[in-house]
């Protein structure tokens, strides 16, 4: 019963490039859109969507061998836990509800640091303890992506910026792996990451 559906869903809906795009893609897909459409207008039902959508490109990823990105999804879920109770009942340090705001310069230089840090440890794993065929391409955006999770769970608009590095290194790497809808995907949330930064920055 779970083979079959599992066979389902990595069934193609299509061809896009010559490359099959399966019905777990292309619902991850829709979701995915419309989560960061949310985010956009600082809506609390991004997070339930951030949390399926991940699952499901989880799923997507690991069948691919993209190990890195595939833990990340996983790690994107959890977060979605974490960012839907930091919107619904965080505060910042002086009691405040959580407001869209800026971290400023000095204040994003050592999570910066940090993410930079791990990116080749990471590589360095992936590259030697697992069959993955992009290692440091897969590493990247997995630890980016972390600060960028952080950033947005905490409402600092430099998460805008962030994902806009993290989703032009990501349309490499899934070109690379013939994800054409998933490349399409992110090419798009640059775009939209820019008109989110502007939006938050006027916020």
Known sequence: MLATFWAALLAPAFTAFGSPISWLELVAFVLAVWMVVCNMRVKLLAWPLAFISSLMYFALFWDGKLYGEAALQLLFAALALWG????????????????????????????????????????????????????????????????????????????????????????????????????????????????????????
């Open 84 to 203: 839907l109770w930091q919107w619904r009942f965080g505060r910042t340090q002086d009691g405040a509800a959580l407001s869209v705001r800026s971290l400023g310069l000095r204040g994003l230089l050592k999570p910066a640091l940090l993410t930079l840090a791990a990116w080749p440890l990471l590589g360095l794993f992936l590259d030697r303890y697992t069959d993955s065929p992009l290692p440091y391409w897969d590493a990247f955006p997995t630890v980016a992506s972390l600060l960028g999770q952080w950033l947005l769970a905490r409402k600092y608009v430099e998460n805008w910026p962030t994902w806009i590095v993290v989703n032009a290194v990501s349309v490499v790497l899934f070109g690379l792996k013939g994800y054409w809808l998933t490349v399409i995907l992110y090419a798009g949330f640059i775009p939209m990451s820019v008109i989110g930064w502007r939006a938050w920055s006027r916020a």
